[in-house]
């Protein structure tokens, strides 16, 4: 079965995992995945991540972070779906609960957040919001 938007797939996976405190959530991989969890990693929301390596697609592992038994992501919203393309200027870049959250951005520039993608000056399309 194919999925038809597999960012929210992620992010699904991902708040479930965070809901029924797990450690850690295996994710199929893709680069946009691996370049998500990148970010996730550098802004500090997860602990780490791994790639599995199998015969098939490969997988993602990523480990969450806890703080006093309450997960460091305390939201996540995929803004930009297959049906509703999300683009903006880097201008107009959002800023997720006042810059406590990010946006994370899909550029000519490769997966940014809305930060370094205010700093290059360029825009893109909005996939999602953490905080």
């Known amino acids: 079965m ?3 938007d597999p960012i929210a797939n992620m992010l699904t ?16 991989a893709s680069n946009l995945k691996r370049s998500i969890a990148k970010i996730l ?5 997860i602990g780490n991540y791994k790639i599995i390596r ?8 990523i480990f969450f972070k806890y703080r006093n038994k ?3 992501i ?38 940014l957040t809305d930060a370094e993608a205010r700093k290059l000056k360029i825009g893109g399309e909005v996939l999602c919001y953490i905080w």
């Open 13 to 28: 996976m991902i708040r479930n995992a965070i809901h029924a405190s797990k450690d850690s959530v295996d994710i199929p």
């Open 70 to 72: 309450e997960s460091v």
């Open 74 to 111: 305390s939201g996540l919203k995929r803004v930009s779906t297959s049906g509703r393309r999300v683009y903006t200027g880097y201008i107009d870049l959002p800023r997720v609960m006042n810059g406590i959250g990010i946006a994370i951005v899909s550029t000519s520039k490769g997966v």
């Open 2 to 4: 194919s999925i038809s």
């Open 54 to 61: 199998d015969n098939k697609q490969n997988i993602i592992r």
């Open 41 to 45: 990693k550098e802004e500090n929301y």
